[in-house]
């Protein structure tokens, strides 16, 4: 059995979490970790790190980038590997996610679904073919609830497109402010928030009279869910390093 700290536990992540682990054979959550202790979790749930006196093989966290600091002592500390899916991370807290990661192993993904990891690929492959003659738009839409924009995935798929071409393309994020045409080196980033869209990621590839656009959309939290489950047996009993989904889809296909 594989016991899990689960940090966001009172979260809309960390409650499908709890229940799709409740369901699996392999994994349990042993330990929750939130700013406020819940009465109807069947785990203890802590609200400093500090205070956990649970045994735990692996942390899973869905929670917030200011919790950060705090999973990252708690984890070297314990030697306890640690996955990584909240976005909105500076480039600083990304920094010491690699730092830490010679110590421990660390799983960082800004989307834990096969889906997405997938049209990463497939944008890449369109992006070194179409460089020179179209734009690159990435739209993103979420519910009313996300604190962050534009989302990691956006981002994420910015900086894999931007490693796949010659010249780097500069962000530029909505364009309210800017009274100028596009130029040809810049990649758009745009957020949509409502409702209760799960999560939807669309590629635009803009040319002379034609368009191609490569989307996913998640219609479930579950995938989500289901990706990290397997990075908590992926990690588990893993040498100290930096991993993601490139290497969980490649050691389970
Ligand atoms: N990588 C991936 O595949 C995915 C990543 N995410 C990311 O996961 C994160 C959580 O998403 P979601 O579950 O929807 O968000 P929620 O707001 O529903 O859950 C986050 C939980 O973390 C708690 N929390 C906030 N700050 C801290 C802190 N400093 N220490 C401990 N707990 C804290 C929140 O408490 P309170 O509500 O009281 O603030 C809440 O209970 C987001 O960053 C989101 O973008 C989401 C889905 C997929
Ligand atoms: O907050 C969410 O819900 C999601 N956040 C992630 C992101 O910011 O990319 C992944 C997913 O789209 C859901």
Redesign the pocket.
Known sequence: MINILM????????QVISRMAAESEDLMIAAG????TKINNTYPVFDDLEKCDVKVDVIID???P??LD?LLSYSVKNKTPLIV????LSPNQVNKLREVSEAIPVFF?????LGVNLLMDLVKKAAKVLEYNFDIEIIEKHHN????AP??TALAIADEINSALSEKQEYVYDRHSRRKKRSKKEIGIHAVRGGTIV?EHSVVFAGTDEIIEINHIATS?EI?AT??LSAARFLYNKKPGFYNMNDLISETN
């Open positions: 940090s966001g536990c009172n979260g809309k992540m960390g970790y939130d700013k406020y869905f929670s917030n200011d919790a705090g899916a909240t976005t909105g993904s800004a989307n834990m679904s609830q996300k604190i962050d989302s990691g999560g939290k989500f990706g990290a």
